[in-house]
């Protein structure tokens, strides 16, 4: 069913119409406040975005003396900021609260990112991975701001062989930890074979007297010492080999060797000597490696890779360790995630990621008690991994809700997706949602389908939105397509069942990890379909056929010159009036991370293509919301402007609404009665009609007046001509002694 495009009142801000350009100013900003609750509980976090293989770090974020919390998730390159605050539902006690404002501060990371004091400054620096080893950004404080700072591209150091990069497999976690004691940084990483670990001593202290350099290619400050490190290397299976003296090794036999290692070193027994905690890319477990040595040279002895002993670390693949203090009670805790770059085989539950083991004891001689294995994503909207979100009234009562499609989980069937259904019990302009069921219509048990991508649309052409979506089978890893008659009448609760479910047979070259939506983007009354490839393009498919009876006609594989792009690929899109100028605009999200609309302009023919969308600290933004980005559009706040729902890789959803500076309110009776336009849209010329003599002013959408002073006589018509204005959205200020309002009229 095509979208129809009616004119409608503007009311303006008061002193201006548009003053800016939308190129200028923002058109969204992230709302944090829209309430969540699930099970009965108010989530703190709800709209933070999810966690899959996450990184915790610890810093100062917002100036006030508690260290906040830092989050860097491997599977979408994504950061997430919480600051320490007071826990409004439990006086005296503090949570993480999600702070959006501060992630844009942070540079790009890949792989992983450690946040450590070089240079002895107070203020933790920022380590992360480069295809060329380690790079290096420095934090900068200016009052009370703060940011960071390019500092060295590269880490180099002296090696057997004269000096080279300082290199770290990209699937490892380095430990950069003063390993001597000495009060600068060492770098400790296992070799490229997954074997030994190799220790980069920095020499700055004993060089300089001071912690502050990272050295240059010509004169670095990193040392090889030793041929390893430890006496020790990784041996078959979970094992190690223990006093190798740390010679040259036979390499020969069944020894795995593949690389992917996390490093955390820690005096975890009290006997002032640094313990390892190791994990491998081909284990389940934590493996804890006893220290017998202080200072420089480590000497491993013993391990388990029974840890901790109480409840011990089991994951399908990759466990890495992380030690923050973060229950508030001064004492590290001990955090375990799969730091993994994808589902490996599909066997990891991204729902429960992230273990919290409590410390019960100190710092230097703990005693780890499991409390949970969901830590901060109980209390955030997290299904998962690839959330992907769509908005309809399921219930007719006026609002919307919020049907989310699901990557899936790991269970007794398999590895199976599903719908969320989270329902606004708020108002349409106070929206609260809560989750209703994590099995909507029971799809999982009904189908074997993972990566749910859902949508709302007239797929049958009776007038009412049915429920489409998207799957791969989990048998014959093909897309499949099917959507779900909604037997309801208009606006009245959604009547769906899942056994009535009609398939829509696809183009024969749309493969799983494509991504479709179907639009009528030729205005004939049926369904054309848009897919996403997964190289990065765009292919627009016109419907030759009818309502229930689809065939489809590939009419571009670039569709809006969207052509392929290992940056961009894997897109996926929403279309709306974002900007309100009475045309349909394409909204995208891709790997790049962030979101881009394709506006002011007719159905494909946009040469408008805006980023900087999103309001951060006060300026248009792109910010980075994660990989595998699945946006959809809607107004969850009533005020007839289509705000943002975006559902990523990592599990969760960011919501966004709409801060465009037009007020709609619907067609008005008393502006109707007084005044009629047309034709709207316009296209040589418009006539406007009133039952009341006034004045007419017209205004382009940048506020810029086009005509002043238009004189009109109760009930006479008066034409206007519009044939060499361009294409868009004008107002029509109506005036006279006791009436002024304004009309919305598109020309084309």
Same mark, same amino acid.
């Given at each position: 069913?095509?979208?129809k ?26 709302d944090t406040i ?20 996450s990184?915790?770090?610890?810093m ?21 900021t ?9 006086p ?11 992630e ?7 792989n992983?990112?450690?946040?450590a004091?070089?240079n ?12 060329l ?10 009052g ?5 700072v ?6 180099? %150091?002296?090696?057997? /062989? #004269?000096n !080279?990069?300082l290199?770290? +497999?990209? =699937?490892d976690?380095?430990?950069?930890? $003063? ?15 997954g ?12 060089k ?5 350099s990272?050295g ?12 390893c490190?430890g ?20 390499n020969?036999?069944?020894r795995?060797?593949?690389a ?19 994990g ?5 477990h934590?493996?804890?490696? %006893?220290?017998?040595? /202080? #200072?420089? !040279?480590?000497n491993?002895? +013993?391990? =388990? ?5 109480? $409840? ?10 992380f030690?923050e203090d973060v229950d ?5 805790d ?9 589902n490996?085989?599909?066997m ?8 919290l ?12 008690k499991?409390v949970q ?8 909207i ?13 219930d007719?009562?006026?609002?919307l809700?919020m ?11 398999g590895f199976?997706?599903s ?15 809560n989750?209703? =069921?994590?099995?909507y ?8 389908l993972?990566n749910?991508?859902?949508?709302w ?6 007038g009412?939105?049915?429920?489409g ?6 048998t ?8 779900i ?20 047979t696809?183009?024969a ?6 991504s ?13 379909l ?6 990065g393009?765009?292919?627009y498919y016109?419907?030759?056929g ?8 590939l009419?571009?594989?670039a ?8 940056e ?7 279309v709306?009036?974002f900007?309100?100028?009475g045309r ?11 979101i ?21 600290n ?14 959809t559009?809607?107004d969850?706040?009533?005020?007839q ?12 959803l960011?919501?966004l609404?709409?801060?465009?500076p ?9 502006a ?7 034709p709207?849209?316009?296209a ?9 003599s ?7 959408s ?11 006589r ?8 519009t044939?060499?204005w ?5 107002l029509l200020?109506?005036?006279n002694a006791?009436t ?9």
């Amino acid at each position: 069913m095509r979208t129809k495009y009616t004119s409608c009142l503007f009311i303006l801000l008061y002193t201006t119409i548009l003053v800016q350009s939308r190129a200028q100013q923002a058109w969204f900003k992230l709302d944090t406040i829209a309430g969540v609750t699930s099970k009965g509980v108010k989530l703190v976090n709800p709209w933070a975005g999810g966690l899959n293989s996450s990184q915790f770090l610890k810093m100062h974020l917002n100036g006030d003396d508690t260290e906040d919390l830092v989050i860097y998730d491997r599977t979408n390159s994504k950061i997430t900021t919480l600051v320490a605050a007071a826990d409004p539902a439990n006086p005296g006690k503090m949570v993480f609260v999600h702070a959006p404002a501060y992630e844009s501060v942070f540079p790009h990371a890949d792989n992983w990112m450690i946040l450590a004091d070089y240079n002895g400054d107070g203020l933790k620096d920022l380590f992360t991975s480069t295809p060329l080893g380690v790079t290096v950004y420095q934090q900068v404080k200016t009052g009370n701001s703060w940011s960071f700072v390019l500092k060295q591209e590269v880490l180099y %150091t002296k090696g057997f /062989s #004269g000096n !080279i990069n300082l290199q770290v +497999s990209g =699937t490892d976690i380095p430990g950069i930890v $003063d390993v001597d004691d000495d009060g600068d940084l060492d770098l400790l990483a296992f070799d490229f074979s997954g074997t030994f670990i190799e220790l980069h001593q920095n020499l700055s202290m004993e060089k300089f007297g001071v912690p502050d350099s990272l050295g240059t290619q010509a004169n670095p400050v990193f040392q090889r010492n030793g041929d390893c490190w430890g006496n020790f290397n990784k041996g078959e299976g979970e094992g190690f080999v223990f006093g190798i003296g740390c010679g040259v090794v036979d390499n020969s036999g069944n020894r795995v060797m593949h690389a992917g290692n996390s490093i955390l070193l820690h005096d975890l027994n009290g006997d002032g000597k640094k313990d390892l905690l190791a994990g491998h890319i081909s284990n389940e477990h934590i493996s804890f490696l %006893t220290n017998s040595e /202080s #200072g420089l !040279i480590g000497n491993f002895t +013993s391990y =388990t890779n029974t840890y901790p002993t109480a $409840d011990p670390v089991s994951m399908h693949i990759f466990p890495a360790a992380f030690m923050e203090d973060v229950d508030f009670d001064g004492v590290k805790d001990l955090l375990i995630t799969p730091t993994i770059p994808s589902n490996d085989l599909n066997m990891t539950d991204f729902k429960s990621a992230a273990w919290l083991y409590h410390n019960a004891g100190t710092d230097t001689q703990t005693d780890f008690k499991l409390v949970q294995k969901n830590f901060l994503q109980d209390q955030m909207i997290d299904v998962g991994e690839n959330a992907a979100p769509a908005l309809f009234d399921v219930d007719g009562d006026g609002d919307l809700d919020m049907i989310v499609g699901t990557g899936g989980v790991p269970g007794t069937g398999g590895f199976k997706g599903s719908l969320w259904y989270l329902k606004n019990t708020g108002t349409p302009s106070g929206p609260v949602f809560n989750v209703e =069921t994590e099995n909507y219509l029971n799809l999982s048990g009904s189908l074997a389908l993972y990566n749910i991508k859902p949508q709302w649309a007239d797929f049958n052409g009776d007038g009412v939105l049915d429920l489409g979506f998207a799957g791969t089978s989990t048998t014959g890893l093909k897309l499949e397509y099917r959507y779900i008659p909604n037997k309801a009448a208009p606006g009245a609760p959604a009547q769906l069942n899942i056994a009535d479910a009609v398939t829509i047979t696809l183009p024969a070259e749309l493969q799983a990890g494509d991504s479709p939506y179907f639009y009528d983007g030729d205005g004939d009354g049926d369904l054309d379909l848009l897919a996403g490839r997964v190289l990065g393009n765009i292919n627009y498919y016109i419907n030759t056929g009818v309502n229930k009876q689809y065939t489809f006609s590939l009419e571009t594989d670039a569709f809006a010159g969207v052509s392929v792009s290992f940056e961009g690929r894997l897109p996926q899109f929403s279309v709306a009036d974002f900007d309100l100028d009475g045309r349909p605009d394409l909204l995208t999200g891709d790997q790049t991370g962030t979101i881009r609309i394709f506006h002011s302009a007719d159905w494909g023919k946009w040469t408008e293509r805006e980023s900087l969308l999103v309001s951060v600290n006060a300026k248009a933004s792109a910010p980075v919301f994660g990989t595998y980005l699945a946006p959809t559009a809607g107004d969850y706040n009533g005020d007839q402007k289509p705000d943002i729902l975006i559902g990523s890789n990592a599990g969760g959803l960011r919501l966004l609404s709409n801060i465009l500076p037009v007020t709609v309110t619907g067609t008005e009776p008393v502006a109707d009665n007084i005044v009629k336009v047309y034709p709207n849209p316009a296209a040589d010329y418009l006539k406007v009609l009133s039952t009341k003599s006034g004045s007419v002013r017209i205004l382009n959408s940048s506020g810029r007046i086009l005509a002043h002073n238009i004189n009109l006589r109760a009930n006479v018509e008066r034409e206007i001509p519009t044939l060499k204005w361009p294409s868009g959205l004008y107002l029509l200020e109506f005036e006279n002694a006791t009436t002024k309002f304004v009309k919305k009229i598109v020309v084309r």
